[in-house]
């Protein structure tokens, strides 16, 4: 008797077992917004969506480029950026909207309004939970990606389980707080700031966090900044590690698994200030 169609059977079970789509529904999907600085393939967010798909046993983070111009290299130095300024800003992979200068009014141009990318965001989470239907959705995003996150999260037609703001974006370019978005949320909420960080001071972050309705905790990098990045000194100083620091987000984030997805009361066991 021909026992090939059992063996293909048997074939086909085996890769339908090992489809991403089937994996445990308590696995949440994440969706990874950059910030204003470097796009989605920039090394920083491949490094962190590295992490964050380990960390939390994500089925996938979802990642994606907000629709925004880049600038070439030969369009920087016509519009009179000096070899300086290339060096220290742009490194050849950062975003047009943030170095572009007005020609006729010789000002640089601030990244878009937030408020602006919402409606796109969105669309990228619709798509993300109608391919991972059942799953719990954590948003997370890098600076003004984790500032567009949050508008998100507020959204009342998108249900999302948790928010990861990676160096959220408080202080405007006027200084003014920008804490109205984290102020309406109704899920939970984790900051990672370093403490150097020029864009959030801690302590108007702190007093954020103190009036928010919702749970949330705020894990300080010492000497970390914008992008977590400690200078060596700093480390020596510590008695930290780069390793010990990862180690001690990977808890973070497996803490943050744990909660969320069993729908307890979030953040109440991390314990990382």
């Not at 789509?21 to 990874?32: I, L, W, Y």
């Not at 910030?35 to 490094?47: E, H, I, K, Q, V």
């Not at 602006?116 to 991972?132: G, N, R, S």
């Not at 700031?193 to 302590?203: I, R, T």
Request: with cysteine; charged share 25%; net charge positive.
């Amino acid at each position: 008797m021909d026992s090939s169609p059992p063996t293909k059977r048997r074939r086909e079970t085996k890769s339908e077992g090992t489809n991403e789509n089937d994996k445990s529904s308590s696995s949440p999907v994440v969706v990874f917004a950059h910030g204003a600085a470097a796009p989605s393939s920039s090394d920083w967010m491949l490094r962190w969506k590295d992490m964050l798909k380990n960390a939390l046993d994500a089925v996938e983070v979802v990642t994606f480029d907000y629709p925004c111009k880049l600038i070439t290299i030969s369009n920087i130095y016509g519009l009179g950026f000096t070899d300086y300024e290339l060096t220290c800003q742009c490194h050849l992979k950062y975003w047009g909207f943030c170095f572009f200068k007005d020609i006729a009014g010789g000002k640089k141009r601030a990244p878009p309004k937030a408020e602006k990318l919402v409606e796109f965001h969105k669309d990228i989470v619709k798509k993300t939970t109608d391919k991972y239907p059942g799953h719990p959705l954590i948003l997370a995003g890098k600076s003004m990606g984790s500032r567009v996150s949050c508008m998100v999260a507020a959204e009342v037609d998108i249900d999302v389980s948790a928010v990861i703001c990676l160096g959220y974006p408080l202080k405007a370019m006027n200084g003014a707080v920008r804490d109205e978005t984290l102020l309406q949320l109704t899920i939970p909420v984790m900051f990672v700031q370093g403490s150097k960080d020029g864009l959030c001071p801690l302590e108007k972050l702190e007093a954020v966090c103190k009036k928010m309705k919702i749970h949330n905790e705020l894990y300080v990098i010492n000497g970390g900044d914008h992008s977590f990045k400690i200078g060596k000194k700093h480390l020596q100083i510590e008695g930290s590690t780069k390793i010990k620091l990862k180690i001690l987000l990977l808890r973070v984030f497996h803490h943050l698994s744990l909660d969320v997805l069993k729908e307890s009361d979030p953040f109440t066991v991390w314990g990382f200030s």
